[in-house]
């Protein structure tokens, strides 16, 4: 009897899904609770875009009589500021941009928030940011909030929305040293406000299908192996664009990884009663490419990579992400579910 | 009864055991592959930061023992006893990676041809796939034919063909990606290069048992296999690298992929081949500027479609060594140098222009040494039967990228499906329909008020419903092509459709010349008429040489067919803002000579300078010509289907015609007074002027040198658009108006001037003579 009790045991241990049971339902859970987090940041942007504009209107907009008189409290809100926006984008947005940039009915609010570039980079995929600031300055389609906007206005990468000063007072100004605009972050701050609060309202209204996962994983994965092409350029040579400064750009494939993961989650079991095998290793391809972003990630922490070692990562990482399309494919076509165009 | 109570829980404890063992084995091929090829990219990566780790033999033992053919246990053999050296070399690695998709595939075939699907499954799922590899098929058959013993030889045949197809496009990728490194990174590691060497050659022999179940003949499918070069290549590579021997391996490598396309797949490479090279310079131009990447997506566009050319290319050697012989052995070394030019030119951002040449070299090339053709051959309904269906497949394609807003895709698409529609469905509807042919053209374009084209949907981002009817619009018009092609032409219809071209396209250029020529009376404009004259008959002359050239000529032209009207007609603006102003300048110095001849018959006709005589040569010229060459392509595709009596009747008909309105015309102008002529002619200049600027802006449009902005609510029917270059879009409404501005400006610049000289001159006569010759004007001009 022992055996069988035995055998049981161990069929149940080898057939049992390799995640814990998750449908479809999930992904919106994931997704909401996600924007919510995102929307607790970007109201606290607004709330500290605001108290950094008094501190400066104080001095009649002099920023730099205000951080000589105000250090402390500007250094703590800039401080506050990045914290929320990592919160937003780097930490928020990026675990949940395969889902929203791969669904058709969210995707617009990629090219807003994170993807969509300038007009003067276009015609594709600009973004139509357009802000009017309260000195009656006009932001029109200078690039995606998260990317062109917010971000080089928080670490000084863009000159256009910065206030160059000399803040560790050397005598010098650094490329990068300066203080954020305060009409420019508060403008970006409501504005990037607002959308997270529609994109939550639309999150909400989202009825999640299997076609939804699919597609959205058909358009997302092949977007990984530019991840890391990119990567693997930024390592021969270090960009300046200005851009990607708040976190290392494989914390960002590290989200897109997520939120496809969760994704494939969702439709997992399905494949599995299809081809098991198919399942398994389109499952162990997704937690091999999330390990091996760690294993980047140290790569990167201990300091000098060869180029001979980032050319055989990113061939190893082409090979992993490659695979992945086909696989995903074949879910598809076994399920008999049709990819949304 | 007890007894069998026993046997039948033995039977179920057997049978739970050997599902469970079974479900052991194969959690454990998939995870001991896993670790295997861990362990695997962990050694390499310690190879190049100068570490040894080696994978262990355990790990590769524990895989080994659950393969089953027979040849993989001589290849598992090999791994073993390269495991058990130390240390492990790059070479080694290499190998290795590339013996193990071996394994896979023949443990997967041979799992299958046992009824083991869930095995085959298992070494199918291992396989590394290049990104857009197609494996549906084979999961599919799989699934569905994998215990139908029937379908045993056709499933291996397709799960074979699958592998094959996968590594050859993966050995492709790799020794494309070698090649970059070599190229843009000169630091590159030679241990490294030494493990992609050996992969890439292990990679491309593919055991013979593939071949069989494939139903390839290894001979056949390749010539005789040779590693000369590959050893030559390998041997100094731990010393040091050799361009020239990595390029004779490439070339050998290349030689040996076996030839895994039909003759249908050749045919679209090659004509798929042509249309990127005509679209890399397209999209570089709008890419790049003064060395800068100014539209990253447009340059990576370009970057992307040469890297595809040269992938496609590659596939087509093989077979073209067979097909293709002396063309390749006296051209093709020419043939993929230039590619790599352009593949470096696009590198360094050179020049627009520098990019346009070698593509249009490599393009020209191909066509005329390698006999590649855009335009499809066979039987004219086949042709126009696989041009539909291909139309139809991009736009559906476009549309699907649009919606997934891929936009660049899905104009790349979209522009591609116009090109097709263009080279074959419009210019064989324009002669018959040419109503229907701008109607479906404008569907690809700007379309109508009521329902936008596609570019204006695709450039105003358009989504859902918007978006679809665009598309279907455009969709509902080539059927419409397609079903008036079906139709076979008769002789009759195609002479009245030569007469009807003729006719239409000779009209505007006759009247306006025979205006002019009666415009031109007296002995004193005897020269410049005779100038006007013979720049028509040398037009007449041209159009009639492009005509006879036309088989030739225009089939080579016919990709820039539109472009290079889009040139005459903006050539033929220029003239007739010349004429305009002309006619403006003799209206003043005619009514000013009349004075001038009743005062004193002292001032003379001021026409005659140099300017005018040519302008007037070139308005012979520039308005016949115009609508000849326009006519020429339109016969052409006449001439192709009814032949050259049938089309030669229908030409004299037609010209007989033209002749007698030109000879009315004539005749009208000649008894008409002469200011009131020229006045007459000053109107008709200006509104056929008008009708060219329209035709022109449409034309810039439709070749991308000018935006489209559709005017909402506003609809032109299209023989408006056919008789007086009328479209709804605001620069075809705009740019005529600056037209007329222009000419209005020019008007009271002519009068104003004219004027004050008159006064000036009237100012040194006496008050007398001046009121008589008034007098003598208003009663003799009114």
């Given at each position: 009897m022992k055996y069988i009790y035995l055998s049981l045991i161990l069929l149940v241990a080898c057939f049992?899904?390799?995640?814990?049971a998750t449908d479809v339902t999930s992904v919106k859970t994931y997704l909401v609770d996600t924007v919510k987090k995102i929307k607790t940041a970007s109201t606290d942007l607004v709330k500290n875009a605001e108290a950094y504009q008094k501190i400066i209107q104080t001095y009649k907009g002099n920023y730099q009589t205000a951080y000589q008189k105000a250090q402390p409290e500007i250094q703590k809100l800039i401080q506050a500021m990045q914290d929320n926006y990592k919160a937003m984008d780097?930490?928020?947005?990026e675990t949940i941009e395969a889902i929203v940039a791969g669904v058709s009915t969210l995707a617009d609010y990629d090219i807003y928030l994170d993807a969509g570039v300038p007009k003067a980079d276009g015609p594709?995929?600009?973004?139509?940011v357009t802000l009017k600031l309260s000195n009656g300055k006009i932001i029109d389609q200078e690039g995606s909030l998260f990317t062109y906007l917010i971000e080089p206005a928080l670490w000084g990468g863009n000159p256009r929305w910065c206030i160059p000063l000399d803040?560790?007072?050397?005598?010098k100004i650094a490329p990068r040293e300066s203080l954020p605009q305060t009409e420019f972050i508060l403008a970006v701050a409501q504005d990037v406000d607002q959308k997270i609060t529609a994109l939550l309202s639309d999150a909400r209204a989202w009825q999640p299908t299997q076609q939804d996962c699919f597609s959205a994983l058909v358009l997302m994965t092949p977007t990984l192996s530019d991840y890391f092409e990119d990567w693997k350029e930024s390592r021969y040579s270090d960009s300046t664009?200005?851009?990607?400064?708040?976190?290392?750009r494989l914390s960002d494939m590290q989200g897109i990884m997520q939120s496809c993961s969760i994704l494939y989650s969702a439709v997992h079991n399905k494949i599995t009663t299809e081809d098991k095998a198919l399942a398994k290793a389109i499952k162990i391809g997704f937690d091999d490419i999330l390990n091996f972003i760690e294993k980047l990630q140290q790569k990167e922490n201990q300091g000098k990579i060869t180029a001979a070692e980032i050319d055989e990562l990113a061939n190893q990482a082409k090979e992993k992400t490659d695979k992945l399309l086909p696989q995903i494919e074949q879910g598809a076509a076994l399920l008999e579910i049709q990819i949304k165009a | 009864m007890t007894c069998l109570s026993q046997i039948f829980r033995l039977l179920k404890i057997g049978a739970l055991w050997i599902s469970l063992s079974t479900a052991i084995v194969h959690a454990d091929i998939m995870d001991n592959y896993f670790a295997l090829q861990t362990e695997l990219d962990d050694s390499l990566l310690s190879l190049y930061s100068q570490q040894t780790l080696s994978p262990s033999a355990v790990s590769f033992q524990k895989f080994s023992q659950q393969l089953r053919h027979p040849s993989t246990q001589h290849l598992a053999n090999q791994i073993l006893a390269d495991l058990n050296?130390?240390?492990?070399?790059a070479q080694t690695l290499g190998q290795i990676q590339a013996n193990l998709q071996h394994i896979l595939a023949l443990e997967m075939i041979y799992a299958q041809r046992n009824g083991d699907i869930p095995t085959a499954q298992q070494y199918r799922a291992l396989i590394k796939l290049p990104?857009?590899?197609?494996?549906i098929e084979g999961a599919l058959s799989l699934k569905r034919?994998?215990?139908q013993t029937s379908h045993q030889d056709a499933l291996s045949q397709l799960l074979a063909k699958e592998y094959l197809t996968w590594q050859t496009t993966r050995i492709r990728e790799k020794l494309d990606a070698l090649n970059r490194l070599t190229q843009q990174h000169p630091t590159f590691n030679l241990q490294l290069l030494q493990a992609r060497t050996v992969e890439i050659q292990t990679l491309s022999q593919f055991p013979s048992e593939l071949y069989h179940w494939a139903f390839l003949k290894k001979n056949e499918a390749l010539p005789?296999?040779?590693?000369t070069a590959y050893l030559h290549f390998l041997k100094p590579l731990s010393q040091t690298f050799n361009a020239e021997l990595f390029s004779e391996w490439k070339k050998e490598i290349e030689t040996s992929?076996?030839?895994?396309?039909?003759a249908d797949d050749i045919n679209r490479r090659e004509r798929l081949l042509l249309k990127l090279l005509r679209l890399i310079p397209m999209e570089y131009q709008g890419g790049v500027r003064n060395g800068e990447i100014t539209v990253p997506l447009e340059y990576r566009e370009a970057e992307t479609f040469t890297r595809q050319s040269r992938q496609i290319l590659e596939e087509l050697l093989p077979t073209w060594r067979n097909t293709k012989t002396q063309a390749l052995s006296q051209y093709g070394t020419h043939l993929t140098e230039t590619l790599q030019s352009l593949e470096n030119a696009i590198t360094q951002k050179q020049d627009p222009k520098q990019i346009e040449t070698l593509a249009k070299n490599i393009s020209q090339l191909l066509q005329k040494?390698?006999?590649?053709?855009?335009l499809r051959s066979g039987k004219s309904s086949d042709i126009i039967e696989e041009t539909v269906l291909e139309v139809r497949s991009l736009l559906t394609q476009s549309l699907q990228a649009a919606q997934a807003a891929r936009w660049n895709d899905a104009k790349n698409l979209r522009l591609e499906a116009y090109t097709t529609f263009d080279l074959e469905i419009e210019k064989r509807t324009l002669p018959r329909d040419p109503e229907l042919a701008l109607r479906a053209e404008h569907s690809f374009l700007e379309?109508?008020?009521a329902q936008p084209g596609i570019k204006a949907a695709l450039d105003a981002r358009a989504r859902g419903e918007a978006l679809t009817k665009a598309y279907a619009k455009t969709l509902a018009a080539l059927e419409e092509c397609h079903a008036l092609l079906k139709v076979n032409l008769s002789p009759t219809a195609a002479i009245y459709t030569t007469i009807t071209i003729i006719t239409r396209e000779g009209l505007e250029a006759v009247v306006i010349l025979a205006a002019l020529l009666a415009g031109l009376r007296g002995p004193a404009n005897q020269r410049i008429r005779h100038r006007v004259i013979n720049g028509a008959w040398l037009a007449l002359g041209t159009t009639a040489l492009t005509l006879w050239l036309s088989r030739s000529l225009i089939e080579s032209l016919s990709r820039y067919g539109e472009k290079l009207e889009a040139v005459i007609s903006i050539l033929a603006v220029i003239i007739l803002l010349m004429v305009t102003n002309w006619v403006f300048h003799k209206v003043y110095w005619v009514q000013w000579n009349a004075r001038l001849r009743s005062l004193s018959k002292a001032v003379q006709d001021g026409s005659g300078s140099s300017w005018e005589s040519l302008a007037l040569v070139g308005v012979g010229f520039m308005t016949i010509y115009r609508e000849g060459f326009e006519t020429s392509l339109f016969l052409q595709s006449l001439i192709l289907e009814a032949g050259m009596r049938t089309v030669g009747i229908g030409v004299l008909i037609g010209g007989g015609i033209i002749a007698l309105l030109g000879w009315i015309v004539f005749a009208i102008g000649a008894h008409l007074p002469y200011r009131k002529l020229l006045v007459f002619t000053g109107i008709l200049v200006v509104s056929i002027l008008l009708t060219f600027v329209g035709s022109t802006v449409r034309l810039f449009q439709t070749v991308g040198w000018l935006p489209i902005h559709p005017i909402s609510n506003l609809e032109i029917p299209s023989w408006m658009g056919v008789w007086?270059?009328?479209?709804?879009s605001w620069e075809g409404m705009l740019l005529p108006v600056v037209g007329i501005g222009y000419v209005a400006a020019m008007w009271f610049y002519v009068k104003i001037t004219s004027l004050l000289k008159q006064r000036k001159m009237e100012e040194k006569m006496p008050r007398d003579v001046i009121d008589s010759a008034n007098s003598s004007i208003s009663t003799s001009t009114i």
């Open positions: 049992h899904p390799i995640q814990a780097s930490f928020g947005y594709e995929n600009v973004a139509p803040l560790n007072q050397d005598g664009s200005g851009r990607f400064s708040a976190v290392s | 050296t130390s240390p492990l070399s990104k857009y590899a197609n494996a034919m994998g215990n005789a296999s040779s590693q992929l076996p030839n895994l396309l039909t040494e390698f006999q590649l053709t855009l379309g109508t008020p007086l270059g009328l479209y709804p």
